[in-house]
């Protein structure tokens, strides 16, 4: 099992950035692949972002492609995504999650094992 601690949301006004991190522990996570979903009150969970941990290819929703850049520290164990251009309907928990298939089907929520308690992010107009 990999331990997923997600950090760096925060309120923000529009037009502005933040820089989420997550930190990854446990056992060999190589092989995984490490994604960023978000969840807005009464809705569905969305995927935004996925990224191989051994070789770094990475896959954006359309939603967010051109505004968000997901990346990882190995020597950190930890995967970031930065929120750039900031709208309110950005506004959402975050969470991290990882998977082994996560990088074929990034999109697809039971990809992922393991999840993160989520970072809130308030994007004021």
Known sequence: QVGLVESGGGLVQAGGALRLS???SGRSFSRYGMGWFRQAP????EYLAVISWSDGRT?????????FTISRDIAE???????NSLKPEDTAVYY?????AAV??????KSYES??????VVVSA
């Open 22 to 24: 997550c930190t990854v």
């Open 42 to 45: 009464g809705k569905e969970r």
């Open 59 to 67: 896959h954006y929703s359309d939603s967010v492609k051109g505004r």
């Open 77 to 83: 164990n930890t995967v970031y995504l930065q929120l």
């Open 96 to 100: 991290c999650a990882a998977g082994l």
């Open 104 to 109: 074929r089907q990034p999109a697809w929520r």
């Open 115 to 120: 999840w993160g308690q989520g970072t809130q």
